[in-house]
């Protein structure tokens, strides 16, 4: 093989990646127009599945990739403002005491209830033992502690 042989095709060559250069970098310019008339965000990932490129070709070329992550960033929604930290910590706080008010509240009551149905049982007790005094056949039950909830 002859210089010029490898010469000549090795200009080929680099004619035909530039020309298939050029092709892929209209295809993604004209994907980044369909999804803005579409009103579709702009991300690498979207370009590449519409235009039918490689992330690598999108991302080694620099104002197609310039342009993706400014059309990506104007997208991004503002993020609300966050509360001051002292307004925060204020209603953290109170939440904070309501909840333990409550815990305490249901505690008691919780304990009220279980000391009125001790007393129940101890009451329903007498009264079947008096009832079999009587001559009633009703048989006893054996007395059942009560467990926690």
């Known amino acids: 093989m002859t210089n010029d042989a490898r010469a000549?095709?090795?200009?080929?060559?680099?004619a035909a990646a530039k020309a298939k250069s050029h092709v892929k970098t209209q295809a993604a310019e004209k994907a980044i127009r369909t999804l803005v008339k579409r009103g579709e965000s702009i991300t690498f990932q979207a370009v590449q599945r519409e235009a039918d490129v490689s992330h690598?070709?999108?991302?080694?070329?620099?104002d197609l990739r310039?342009?993706?992550?400014?059309?990506?960033?104007?997208?991004?929604?503002?993020?609300?403002?966050?509360?001051?930290?002292?307004?925060?910590?204020t209603l953290v706080l109170a939440l904070t005491g309501q909840i333990t008010r409550l815990k305490k509240q249901h505690r008691e009551e919780v304990q009220a209830l279980r000391d009125a149905l001790e007393q129940a049982h101890?009451?329903?007790l007498d009264l079947r033992r008096e009832l079999a005094?009587?001559?009633?056949?009703?048989?006893?039950?054996?007395?059942?502690t009560i467990g926690p909830c």
């Open 133 to 144: 005094r009587r001559g009633g056949d009703v048989p006893v039950p054996r007395a059942r």
């Open 56 to 62: 690598a070709f999108l991302y080694n070329h620099p």
């Open 66 to 89: 310039g342009r993706i992550e400014r059309l990506r960033a104007q997208a991004r929604p503002v993020p609300a403002p966050t509360p001051p930290a002292d307004e925060q910590s």
């Open 122 to 124: 101890g009451e329903n």
């Open 8 to 14: 000549k095709r090795t200009q080929t060559l680099a």
